[in-house]
């Protein structure tokens, strides 16, 4: 191991998600810390590192520790192997497996098997499903779509579906952006 660096934290995205939790706006904190709203904005959007004593103010002003702001910290890149072979449940059981350890910007999961048709899913950002091995129907938008293996769905944020495998054995991998992350709206650009 030796003196190897530590990787830098985005502890930005802690605060976001720290302050969004309590309801605050910038303004809020801002003044329960004593730092500026320009700031504390630059900080959220990891384009200022804040201090030791400027992080314990903003921890302060949200209730928590900056011991605890740098636990719920990303590392700025990371990079994370996750084998078959962890999950050590039978293969001839319907499973789900997450392809993804962690906190992180996109979900991903392997669903193996059948799946549970009744449910609808209706997730806040971007969906791709791609089909491994079998067929899978979804349903979106009250269209049906038939899907193979190599067959890949896109669907945006917000549209509701529910989808099931129609072939034993079936694995679909499914990537999300997660939930916690903002979608940008694509502004109409100004002439």
Known sequence: MGDHKEQP??????????????????????????????????VENERARPSRPSLERIADALGTTAAELLAAADPACSVDVLRAE????????????????????LHAMEFIGDHDEGREFQHRNDELMY???????????????????GDTLYLSGGVRHRWRATVPDTRVIVVAVADHIEAIEDRPRRR
């Open 9 to 42: 934290l985005r502890v930005g995205a802690a605060v976001r998600r720290r302050r969004r939790a309590l309801e605050l706006t910038l303004a809020v904190v801002a003044e329960r810390s004593g730092l500026s709203v320009p700031f504390l904005s630059q």
């Open 131 to 149: 089909v491994v091995d079998g067929a899978v129907e979804v349903e979106a938008e009250g269209r049906a779509h038939r899907l193979g293996r």
């Open 86 to 105: 962890d999950e050590g449940i039978p293969p001839e059981q319907a499973r789900l497996r997450p392809l993804v350890r962690g906190h992180h910007q």
